[in-house]
């Protein structure tokens, strides 16, 4: 059974910074993209960022282009979004995700409909 644990929400001062990490069981972590959602109130899930199987690809939202970073630890079965420069709109419940297909190519990383598994996700509140 796939089961994705995050970590490390919380509340932060506009200019802060956050890392969120997910702990993956129950699959072959190393054989999926992984990705991070998030969803603010009255908004619907916006895939953030992802990363591909072998973690030399990645994709992210042209909103946090150079404030996030994520990357992924197949040995921990991890994978964690360093966020920066956090803004107020950047406040959400944020998700992990897997992707669907295994050893996918990495063109699939920004499509949302790839990600079939997720977590219970991880409240973020940017206070400005």
């Known amino acids: 059974q796939v089961q994705l644990v995050e970590s490390g929400g919380g509340l932060v001062q506009a200019g802060g910074s956050l890392r969120l990490s997910c702990a993956a069981s129950?699959?072959?972590?190393?054989?999926?993209?992984m990705g991070w959602f998030r969803q603010a109130p009255g908004k619907e899930r916006e895939l953030v960022g992802a990363?591909?199987?072998?973690?030399?690809?990645?994709y992210y939202t042209d909103s946090v282009k150079g404030r996030f970073t994520i990357s992924r630890d197949n040995a921990k079965k991890t994978v964690d979004l360093q966020m920066n420069s956090l803004k107020p709109e950047d406040t959400a419940i944020y998700f992990c995700?897997?992707?669907?297909?295994?050893?996918?190519?990495?063109?699939?990383?920004?499509?949302?409909?790839?990600?079939?598994?997720w977590g219970q996700g991880t409240q973020v509140t940017v206070s400005s």
């Open positions: 995700a897997r992707q669907g297909t295994k050893y996918s190519d990495h063109r699939s990383l920004g499509l949302s409909r790839e990600y079939d598994y």
């Open positions: 129950g699959h072959t972590f190393r054989s999926y993209a």
């Open positions: 990363i591909s199987w072998g973690g030399g690809d990645t």
